[in-house]
């Protein structure tokens, strides 16, 4: 509390754990949920929860999810990143902000970032997943 910013030590996305950077990532519920439907994009099954091992270690962690090498690699490491950015932001906005986003309401966010990325140049999300925006 030096900074005198709230802390209430539960992950404020499901307010039922402690809340560690694994925590908020990889276990929460709400974290879960948000990586089950991105698993079910094109060429993102490795980033289906159901897979996942119990490693307390975030490095490794995100090592095993992007062990997929050349463009759909970069892309890949590029996805996990903008999830656990908007993750990150969802968390803040919880505990600065006290606003508080659905799970499916954060999923249609995170894929309206996800094609502003690509509009923005990231060619490998693109090559990635940007078939889901063809309609």
Same mark, same amino acid.
């Not at 490693?55 to 590029?78: A, I």
């Not at 094609?115 to 940007?130: P, Q, Y």
């Given at each position: 509390?030096?900074?005198?910013?709230?802390?209430?030590?539960?992950?404020?996305?499901?307010?039922?754990?402690?809340?560690?950077?694994?925590?908020?990532?990889?276990?929460?519920?709400?974290?879960?949920?948000?990586?089950?439907?991105?698993?079910?994009?094109?060429?993102?099954?490795?980033?289906?929860?159901?897979?996942?091992?119990?490693?307390?270690?975030?490095?490794?962690?995100?090592? =095993?999810?992007?062990? +997929?090498?050349?463009?759909?690699?970069? $892309?890949?490491?590029? *996805?996990?990143? /903008? &999830?656990?950015?908007?993750?990150?932001?969802?968390?803040?906005?919880?505990?600065?902000?006290?606003?508080?986003?659905?799970?499916?309401?954060?999923?249609?966010? =995170?894929?309206?970032? +996800?094609?502003?990325?690509?509009?923005? $140049?990231?060619?490998? *999300?693109?090559? /990635? &997943?940007?078939?889901?925006?063809?309609?």
């Amino acid at each position: 509390m030096l900074r005198e910013w709230p802390n209430s030590y539960f992950c404020p996305l499901c307010y039922r754990n402690l809340e560690t950077a694994f925590h908020l990532v990889a276990e929460c519920p709400f974290s879960k949920q948000v990586w089950s439907v991105v698993a079910t994009w094109p060429f993102c099954s490795n980033l289906s929860p159901d897979g996942w091992t119990a490693d307390q270690d975030l490095q490794k962690w995100f090592k =095993l999810l992007t062990t +997929v090498s050349g463009h759909q690699g970069k $892309g890949l490491q590029t *996805l996990v990143l /903008l &999830v656990i950015w908007s993750l990150w932001k969802e968390r803040n906005n919880r505990i600065f902000k006290q606003e508080e986003l659905s799970a499916p309401r954060f999923i249609a966010l =995170l894929r309206d970032e +996800v094609r502003t990325w690509i509009f923005a $140049g990231a060619k490998h *999300l693109d090559s /990635l &997943v940007g078939s889901i925006f063809i309609e």
